[in-house]
């Protein structure tokens, strides 16, 4: 399976200017033919969907020379919303959402799964992770609203809920659907494991099929990085809500990843910076762990006699 990271529904929900999206039916267009290549080479696409929320707006990572702090709204920023009009460290001041931006963008995460399931994707993950709007409504920490998305648990879910709820109405039963969830805050006053437990058996209830999980990027915090050091969080949120649960964070060889299954501390294994590093990890995996050589392009087959 391979998932494309972060299509945007709406074009102010992107991070930066250059991020992809698929609010308008021309970026559907556009990504059927790539859909329908990796299907036929016998892949299962899947792709993200996300709202960057209060972090929207920021410089992209390449060709501008700057990375630090929000685009001004002079040299082509936007304004940002999140749940509260609190700002992410170095970023903008968003405005705080009201219930028609709510149903807005519960309404745009709809709209793109629509259009992602008629480019032919076959599994949709909701971003509800690191900082972004589903994670900023579940943390006390960017969400200090007193209506009926702030305050208990069930209140600062109903977001995410809705999404959810949304997605299925508009594409039914006929593709994956996940979510991605930091599992704590990292910091004192945050989500809490215990929490997202309890999130994640909510979604199991509302038609969710896999949690991503993952930690932090909703506040600075020390995150000690190492060989699967988020496995663990996985391993709670799949024995706490019955939901089956995907494990991520520096799962690096292929000895690691079916270790974590065979041991059922997950039901997935989920790699994103291995593949950055080496594009080729999947074939070098299939071959560590004694499996055939996976089918390799023509100009590639001599790297891999």
Do not use: C
């Amino acid at each position: 399976m391979h998932t494309r990271r972060g299509d945007r529904g709406r074009a102010e929900g992107r991070i930066s200017p250059k991020d992809l999206g698929l609010w308008n039916d021309e970026q559907r267009d556009a990504l059927a033919p790539i859909v329908r290549f990796m299907r036929a080479q016998g892949a299962v696409a899947g792709t993200q969907l996300a709202h960057a929320g209060r972090k929207a707006g920021a410089w992209p990572e390449w060709g501008t020379g700057r990375t630090d702090g929000s685009i001004p709204l002079d040299e082509g920023g936007w304004e940002t919303v999140a749940p509260s009009a609190v700002a992410f460290p170095g970023l903008r001041v968003p405005r705080e959402l009201d219930q028609p931006g709510i149903d807005g963008i519960v309404g745009a995460f709809a709209a793109a799964a629509r259009r992602a399931v008629d480019a032919g994707f076959e599994l949709l993950e909701v971003h509800g992770a690191h900082g972004y709007p589903v994670h900023e409504f579940l943390s006390p920490l960017s969400n200090q609203r007193t209506d009926g998305y702030g305050g208990p648990l069930e209140n600062r879910a109903r977001l995410l809920l809705d999404i959810v709820d949304a997605i299925r109405h508009e594409v039914g039963e006929s593709v994956v659907l996940a979510v991605r969830l930091s599992a704590t805050d990292r910091v004192e006053g945050g989500v809490t494991s215990d929490e997202t437990v309890q999130v994640a058996s909510w979604l199991g209830e509302h038609g969710v099929d896999l949690v991503d999980v993952s930690t932090g990027g909703n506040a600075p915090a020390t995150i000690p990085a190492g060989p699967g050091y988020q496995v663990p969080f996985a391993t709670a949120i799949r024995a706490g809500s019955k939901l089956p649960a995907g494990a991520v964070g520096l799962i690096t060889e292929a000895r690691q990843a079916e270790h974590i299954l065979l041991t059922e501390q997950a039901d997935v294994v989920l790699v994103g910076r291995e593949m950055l590093r080496d594009p080729n990890f999947p074939i070098h995996a299939a071959r560590a762990a004694g499996f055939p050589t996976p089918p390799v392009p023509a100009p590639y087959r001599r790297g891999f006699r």
